[in-house]
T-cell receptor, first 111, second 113 residues
Framework: KQEVTQIPAALSVPEGENLVLNCSFT??????LQWFRQDPGKGLTSLLL?????REQTSGRLNASLDKSSGRSTLYIAASQPGDSATYLC??????????FGTGTRLTIIP | DTAVSQTPKYLVTQMGNDKSIKCEQN?????MYWYKQDSKKFLKIMFS???????INETVPNRFSPKSPDKAHLNLHINSLELGDSAVYFC????????????FGDGTRLSIL
């Protein structure tokens, strides 16, 4: 069964610190992996997309890595800001035309 | 400018009613999706349409019927609403090939009284 897991479910970090969010998946035969951000009561904002042939993608203070062999991806956020507070969702495309989502990590940046 | 737009944003109705949620995308994408986010914030695919044809139908009760009049629109009709249908429903679109990101609407918050 193809599953995506995100641990921890919640994380609090002082402002300014660097942090890493984790995502693991059960099937290494993936097409791509996408990181999203969801603010309370809002929709999903796509942050980064990593293709199966890539090891990492960067956008500003965000860096996402992919290790298919171990079934893991990380989202690194540098110099965290209060505005980074949100729920971060990892979603995997296992090649079956749909995204399988993790349960998310609720991130709180403490000013 | 909105890429994927859903209406209504909020929907409050009584059990047993029939309701529809509309979705439109102006990205020129071939594929559109409906996802459900439950009270525990878990997102799960419901349906996927490619060029107006159904390609994914997860184990969703047949009270839920998607309709795609053209590839820019995918509406969701729900008959005989039940308490367990309360959730946030997200529409998304993509280019179909699995190497492009999906774009999501802001969601429709459905509450069943």
């Amino acid at each position: 069964k193809q599953e995506v897991t995100q641990i921890p479910a919640a994380l609090s970090v002082p402002e300014g610190e660097n942090l890493v969010l984790n995502c693991s998946f059960t099937d290494s035969a993936i097409y791509n992996l996408q990181w999203f951000r969801q603010d309370p009561g809002k929709g999903l904002t796509s942050l980064l997309l990593i293709q199966s042939s890539q090891r990492e993608q960067t956008s500003g203070r965000l860096n996402a890595s992919l290790d298919k062999s171990s079934g893991r991806s990380t989202l690194y956020i540098a110099a965290s800001q209060p505005g980074d507070s949100a729920t971060y969702l990892c979603a995997v495309n296992f090649g079956n035309e749909k995204l399988t989502f993790g349960t998310g990590t609720r991130l709180t940046i403490i000013p | 400018d909105t890429a994927v737009s859903q209406t209504p944003k909020y929907l409050v109705t009584q059990m047993g009613n029939d309701k529809s949620i509309k979705c439109e995308q102006n990205l020129g994408h071939d594929t559109m999706y409906w996802y459900k986010q439950d009270s525990k914030k878990f997102l799960k695919i419901m349906f996927s349409y490619n060029n107006k044809e159904l390609i994914i139908n997860e184990t969703v009760p047949n009270r839920f019927s998607p309709k795609s009049p053209d590839k820019a629109h995918l509406n969701l009709h729900i008959n005989s609403l039940e308490l367990g249908d309360s959730a946030v429903y997200f529409c998304a679109s993509g280019t179909g090939p699995p190497n492009q990101p999906q774009h999501f609407g802001d969601g429709t918050r459905l509450s069943i009284l």
